[in-house]
């Protein structure tokens, strides 16, 4: 059973930076495809950032602000985000792709709140 917990949220200004943490137990997330959602009330839920062991991936409404990365030693991904907008307030959360197939992600944290004020 993988367990990711998420940390790192909280409220921020509009221009400033967070880096959220995903913290995996239960299993070595190493070359694991990993990505964090995110989901605003009334919104649906989209896929940030995705990472596997060759590639990175992006929402076009975070290019060149948000960077996904993955620390090994640690079993941790993160999300650096840059230049946070009041846009990108949402409840994010990552997620793990371990026995399904693509695009699916099957396992997922509990979240943590960003909020960007203007």
């Known amino acids: 059973q993988v367990q990711l917990v998420e940390s790192g949220g909280g409220l921020v200004q509009a221009g400033g930076s967070l880096r959220l943490a995903c913290a995996a137990s239960g299993r070595t997330i190493s070359s694991t495809a990993m990505a964090w959602f995110r989901q605003a009330p009334g919104k649906q839920r989209e896929l940030v950032a995705g990472?596997?062991?060759?590639?990175?991936n992006y929402a076009d409404s975070v290019k060149g602000r948000f960077t996904i990365s993955r620390d090994t030693p640690k079993n941790t991904v993160y999300l650096q985000m840059n230049s946070l907008k009041p846009e990108d307030t949402a409840l994010y959360y990552c997620?793990?792709?371990?026995?399904?197939?693509?695009?699916?992600?099957?396992?997922r944290g509990q979240g943590t709140q960003v909020t960007v004020s203007s």
């Open positions: 990472i596997t062991s060759t590639t990175t």
């Open positions: 997620a793990a792709r371990i026995w399904a197939p693509y695009p699916v992600y099957d396992y």
